[in-house]
Each structure stands twice: as C-alpha cells, then as structure tokens.
Antibody, heavy 119, light 107 residues
Framework: EVQVVESGGGLVQPGGSLRLSCAASGFIFSDHYMDWVRQAPGKGLEWVGRMRNKANGYSREYAASVKGRFTISGDDSNNSLYLEMNSLKTEDTAVYYC??????????WGKGTTVTVSS | DIQMTQSPSSLSASVGDRVTITCRASQDISRSLAWFQQRPGKAPKSLVYAASILQSGVPPKFSGSGSGTIFTLTISSLQPEDFATYYCQHYKNYPLTFGGGTKVEIK
C-alpha cells in the first residue's frame, strides 16, 4: 500500500525550532517529487515547499512565507522526508501534510501532524 | 504569483443534485490544474489532475474540465459522502497556489 505518515509535531515557543518527519512506503521514494502543505486552523491549504526527485538532484522550492526559515531534506536510504523549521512564528501554527507528487501533481496525502507555536 | 479564485465559496445542495464549482487562474496555466476534496477533520484527497484526469480510484461521478484560465469540477448526483470542501490548485510554476475552497453543504 502506498502511504506517507507524518510525525514530529508538537507545541513550540515562538522563535523555536521543530523537525517534522515523513515516512514513505509502498513506492520508490527517490523516483518522486515530495511536497509539504499546511493548513492553519479554520483556513485553507497552503503549499510550503517541494523537493524534487533524485533524477533532478533533490533540488528544492519554497513558499516565500517560509523561505530562509524552513528546510526540506530527504533520506532515500530510509524513505523519509523531513521539514526542519526554525525561527517559528505563531502564524506557522497549522496541520502539516506530507504529499507525494506524481507527474507534477500531488497524489498521495498523509494524515498530517499538528504544529502549535505559542508561548 | 498566480492567484486561484474559486466560486462559489459555499453552496447548499441536496442528495442527488448535480453541482459545478468554478476555478479561475490569474494567468494562463494551460491544463496544470488539480482538484482536491477535504472532508471535515480529514486530510485532503486528490481527485483530478491535468484539469480532467481522474486519480486512480476516484468515481466517474467527478469530472473536471477547462484549460487556460477557467476550470470546472462537476459532481453528478451528490451523495452524503460528497459533502466536503473542494480546492483547486495550479502547478504551472512556483509558488504553487490553492484556491480558497468551496464548501458543499447539505440543503
């Protein structure tokens, strides 16, 4: 079964850091682009960033709202995607989804992990 | 950045109704458009990509159409499980952006 499972969410103070993980299974991780998408409480979906596949050098793109603070990385030896979040702000409070990408479009979503930034 | 505008933002419909949701892009995105369904308290689910191709396992009561700047998602014969929020999203270039969502509620 193709699936992605997020973990690592929690409560963190403003200015703090957190690292989210995404465990991928049922597909060849290095063949696919992977995205992070977030959803603030009661709001719509916001794309956070993308890591391209191995054939494209695992290069990355970020939304302006997180560029310079968030870093996406991957480890194809254990089929995992990561989101390192630094200098967190209250507006980063959201459910964070890991999403597989096929043919440039998001196709498989995880259940999400909740990040709360509050003092 | 490409802006995606959905209409209506919400609608009320009855079981068995046919509904259409519209998504407009602020510039030509060809057919680089996807649709997602999100039921309350759940993760989004992918429905359509490339404007009109159904994702694997999605029932044919869903259909997408359009190209350029105007796109539609149609649900024929609404069922109780279809009451949800629907989002469009372009992937023409970066940053990827979503529409604001259309909430489909029971009349």
């Amino acid at each position: 079964e193709v699936q992605v499972v997020e973990s690592g969410g929690g409560l963190v103070q403003p200015g703090g850091s957190l690292r989210l993980s995404c465990a991928a299974s049922g597909f060849i991780f290095s063949d696919h682009y992977m995205d992070w998408v977030r959803q603030a409480p009661g709001k719509g979906l916001e794309w956070v960033g993308r890591m391209r596949n191995k054939a494209n050098g695992y290069s990355r793109e970020y939304a302006a709202s997180v560029k310079g603070r968030f870093t996406i990385s991957g480890d194809d030896s254990n089929n995992s995607l990561y989101l390192e979040m630094n200098s967190l702000k209250t507006e980063d409070t959201a459910v964070y989804y890991c999403v597989r990408v096929t043919d440039y479009s998001m196709d498989v979503w995880g259940k999400g992990t909740t990040v709360t930034v509050s003092s | 950045d490409i802006q995606m505008t959905q209409s209506p933002s919400s609608l009320s419909a009855s079981v068995g109704d046919r509904v259409t949701i519209t998504c407009r892009a602020s510039q030509d995105i060809s057919r680089s458009l996807a649709w997602f369904q999100q039921r309350p308290g759940k993760a989004p689910k992918s429905l359509v990509y490339a404007a009109s191709i159904l994702q694997s396992g999605v029932p044919p009561k869903f259909s997408g159409s359009g190209s350029g700047t105007i796109f539609t998602l149609t649900i024929s014969s609404l069922q109780p499980e279809d009451f949800a929020t629907y989002y469009c999203q372009h992937y023409k270039n970066y940053p990827l952006t979503f529409g604001g969502g259309t909430k489909v509620e029971i009349k």
